[in-house]
């Protein structure tokens, strides 16, 4: 990414965080990596941990952030709790995230707070059987970054 795009790309981030007092990044999926988005704007905005999502297409992800963000907008998370109603394709956890678990991850959110404090949460679902990771028999390709130990 040029200079240029990369100043184009962080203004429509700022711009969307004005606007809507969050943005919300995607990466695509390649061969051998998994795709991710990752909110920027939440903690400072709503005073709600930045979200972060792996595994799931653009729509998804982006309809999952945003349902985050509308749901507990000032309030407190409910966390390694399952929610059934965050979206209505299947139930979640949400799970605290160490930010540093997520440096490579999370840039533009990293950009926006610098040194600043912030706290992270990662959306965690089932895979297409309705199985969490921890589950036996779990299979679809997302990376955990947070604390999935449930009770």
């Known amino acids: 990414m040029s200079e240029a795009q990369k100043r184009l790309y962080f203004e429509m981030v700022d711009n969307n965080i004005e606007k809507h007092g969050f ?6 999926e ?6 991710f988005g990752y909110s920027s704007g939440l903690y400072k905005n709503f005073g709600i941990p930045e979200a972060f999502v792996s595994g799931l297409p ?17 309030q407190k998370v409910p966390l390694k709790q399952k929610l059934a109603n965050l979206i209505d394709r299947f139930p979640v956890y949400i799970i605290p995230v160490k930010n540093e678990a997520l440096n490579e991850k999370i840039l533009s959110t990293f950009r926006l707070y610098e040194n600043d404090y912030f706290e992270s949460i990662q959306i965690i ?9 921890q589950e ?14 449930l009770k």
């Open 136 to 149: 036996v028999g779990y299979n679809y390709d997302q990376e955990i970054f947070g604390d999935y130990e």
């Open 58 to 74: 653009n729509g998804l992800t982006n309809t999952l952030i945003t349902n985050y963000a509308q749901a507990f907008r000032d």
């Open 30 to 35: 390649a061969k051998d990596f998994t795709p």
């Open 125 to 133: 679902f089932p895979d297409l059987d309705g199985k969490f990771p």
């Open 23 to 28: 943005h919300v990044t995607y990466v695509l």
